[in-house]
């Protein structure tokens, strides 16, 4: 077991220039810490952080009552993290508006949800290489500077969206355009964004950090189309596309004032490139609890996410209850469970054995899964998907801890790119697997045996390499 030494904090973080955007106070840091467990150590057994930052105090360790089950809001009493998170809740909704006046625009102007499809893909091969990219940018300056730049991109692709709905201009090649350039801005600016989360908070709160942003993305995901779809009779889809440009203004501001996010002193000078991606993958493959941690987020998500079955199964085994009202309810589970994970997420962000937690949220998911396609009841169905919602809001808050705390400073921002292409890509590749299979076996039996697969592979997993299952701050 390793631990880093205070004096390593202090000499690391002393050397970081003082500039700021408009903001001075001294934010505690764990990006020092965790770099010094990593690079110590091929195989980090624990996560980062001294003794005195593991220990949360006399005041934390009496909490009691109803504040123990509740979200823990520890992180959002330093000020630059809640600037950070502040503008989450901002562009959570926000940019769900425009997720939903994009295919909607473009179905009004072909009547094919085929050019639908075909828009999702001209988004996502951007996002997938840039995310890569943008990583590795995140690595080699400061950070809150290329969130600036990234998010004034973003801002400026909205009100273009905003533009060609107003003047009436009906291209989806347009349309196609601008969402690739919005979906490039958003894969240079993720990795950076969760990447300065730890030169934040300390490594004790990365937990909490993670399931306060968590929370807000996933209700963001049910109120931000809830929000559009009640919107676009009464304003147009043109004002949709505004008011997610207005509310990114708002996200500039407060990253603007952030405090500077400089490559930590040390870090050797280099060019973002080819060299420096492949590097982020060398890493991984030298760091078992790294390489794990992606690995769960594969397992559950291509084997066990069956959205793309939610079509037949309303049409089919759930017909009796309505098609309309049980599609409904089978896409709002997950995130509704999710929301509820988040927000009664005091009953494990202080949990110290984050591999543990990631092998058993991961199970958890697969038998949830499992449990739908075995039920014939809608309502069973769904209280199980809003379980699955709750695991799987437990196994991002630590693969993201994991993530921020095992890797040194100056590859978090790489990291976090590879993450962002496996939270995009899974689903993805989810959905072309269950669709085959439930073309073949059915919709009941590809869900069920999906979720059997995923709770196989991941106890087999965590059988076969200790290393997940050793880890904790």
């Not at 490039?184 to 490594?203: E, K, M």
């Not at 306060?212 to 147009?236: D, E, H, N, R, Y």
């Not at 309502?379 to 921020?404: E, K, P, Q, T, Y």
Request: hydrophobic share 50%.
């Amino acid at each position: 077991m390793y631990r880093a030494t205070r004096k390593s904090v202090d000499t690391s973080e002393s050397s970081t220039p003082p500039e700021t955007g408009g903001d001075t106070e001294a934010e505690p840091n764990a990006g020092a810490t965790s770099g010094t467990t990593a690079e110590t150590a091929t195989e980090p057994e624990t996560g980062s952080g001294t003794e005195a930052e593991a220990d949360p105090g006399p005041r934390e360790r009496a909490r009691g009552g109803w504040r123990r089950w509740a979200m823990d809001t520890r992180p959002l009493r330093r000020p630059a993290y809640r600037r950070l998170w502040s503008s989450t809740i901002v562009t959570a909704v926000g940019s769900q508006l425009t997720a939903v006046a994009v295919p909607k625009q473009i179905y009004d102007i072909t009547g094919s949800s085929a050019w639908v499809g075909y828009a999702s893909l001209a988004g996502l091969l951007p996002m997938v290489l840039f995310a890569l990219w943008g990583g590795a940018v995140a690595d080699t300056m400061d950070r809150r500077r290329l969130l600036l730049i990234t998010n004034t991109g973003i801002a400026v692709t909205s009100v273009l969206f905003w533009v060609q709905a107003l003047v009436g201009l009906d291209s989806v090649a347009v349309l196609m355009v601008l969402l690739a350039a919005q979906q490039a801005f958003f894969g240079l600016n993720s990795p950076a964004r969760n990447a300065s989360i730890a030169r934040l908070v300390p490594a004790h709160e990365l937990a909490a950090a993670n399931a306060l942003g968590s929370t807000v993305m996933q209700t963001g995901l049910v109120a931000g189309p809830l929000l559009a779809g009640a919107l676009i009779p009464v304003v147009g889809l043109p004002e949709l596309y505004l008011l997610d440009a207005v509310a990114l203004c708002v996200t500039l501001w407060a990253v603007f004032r952030l405090p500077a996010l400089p490559p930590l002193a040390g870090s050797a000078a280099r060019r973002a490139g080819i060299r420096e991606i492949a590097e982020g993958f060398r890493y991984i493959s030298r760091h078992k609890v790294l390489l794990l941690s992606f690995l769960a987020d594969v397992i559950a998500m291509v084997f066990g996410m069956p959205r793309a079955l939610f079509p037949q199964l309303a049409a089919e085994t759930y017909a009796p209850y309505g098609e309309g009202l049980a599609l409904g309810l089978l896409f709002a589970a997950i995130p509704i469970g999710a929301v509820l994970g988040g927000l009664f997420s005091g009953t494990f962000s202080r949990a110290r054995r984050h591999g543990w937690m990631v092998i058993g949220a991961v199970v958890a998911w697969g038998l949830a899964i499992t449990g739908v396609g075995l039920s014939a009841s809608l309502w069973v169905a769904v209280v199980l998907l809003a379980v699955a919602g709750i695991a799987d809001m437990v196994s991002m808050v630590f693969r993201g801890a994991i993530l921020l705390s095992a890797a040194t400073d100056e590859m978090r921002g790489r990291m976090q790119g590879v993450f962002t292409v496996v939270v995009a890509g899974g689903p993805r590749l989810a959905d072309v697997l269950h669709g085959t299979a439930g073309a073949a076996f059915g919709p009941r039996a590809a869900v069920a045996g999906g979720g059997l697969l995923v709770v196989a592979v991941m106890l087999g997993l965590a059988a076969a390499v200790p290393a997940l299952r050793r880890y904790r701050i």
